[in-house]
């Protein structure tokens, strides 16, 4: 019983700066999910604005994490995972939470934001196996393969437009319900899993 406290605490001491920022990012992709569903719960238009408002939030937290990392040159492979699980909730789950949140709820939008969720996971685990490969000798990752996943913030935001301004205009396909706006996250996915694009990395 006693080790258990002991082997807490050691693993605390094996978290760096920068790793703290990494949960911070986390931490605003579980919040923006936990406001999502409040909205649906109480219909309080405050509560899916300050999701939303969580997204560029956790964009900060990964932005300067990696800036203290490379300060402090404390890079390690328990931070690059912990970044990447990170930013799966930040920018995969929580904005496709947020977009069933508002009303892309039918049998296709659930579809499609599955896509996009999936789409990020993928990039994010590609970019692990393959950050090596890419490397300079300095050991620089030179270019991002398909787009970043806080890029999702971009979908996000349109929506939120949306939103605001009662732009949900739903269609039909063979009488599947769907909504036009879909069509930015099937993008911003497609792209984030894409091989040809290359981003170069700052």
């Not at 109480?42 to 990392?69: N, S, T």
């Not at 996000?156 to 769907?178: E, Q, S, T």
Request: a positive charge; charged letters at 15%; aromatic letters at 12%.
């Amino acid at each position: 019983m006693t080790g258990a406290p002991r082997r807490h605490f050691s693993m605390l001491r094996e978290f760096h700066l920068a790793d703290f920022l990494t949960i911070g990012n986390g931490c605003c992709g579980v919040g923006a999910v936990f406001h999502a569903m409040r909205f649906v719960g109480e219909r309080d238009e405050r509560q899916i604005y300050f999701a939303a408002l969580l997204v560029p939030l956790a964009i900060v937290f990964d932005f300067l994490d990696g800036r203290i990392a490379r300060w402090r040159h404390t890079h390690s492979a328990m931070g690059r995972e912990l970044d990447s699980l990170a930013d799966v909730i930040s920018f995969g789950v929580a904005p496709a939470a947020i977009a069933f949140a508002v009303g892309l709820n039918t049998v296709i939008d659930q579809i499609v934001l599955m896509y996009f969720a999936v789409c990020g996971l993928s990039r994010l685990a590609r970019y692990n196996v393959t950050a090596e490969s890419l490397a300079t000798p300095s050991g620089a990752v030179r270019y991002f393969e398909g787009t970043p996943i806080p890029t999702s913030v971009i979908p996000l935001g349109l929506l939120m437009l949306a939103f605001h301004n009662g732009w949900f205009f739903p269609r039909y396909i063979m009488g599947w319900r769907f909504h036009l706006i879909d069509g930015l996250f099937l993008l911003s996915g497609s792209l984030m899993i894409s091989k040809t694009v290359h981003v170069p990395k700052p």
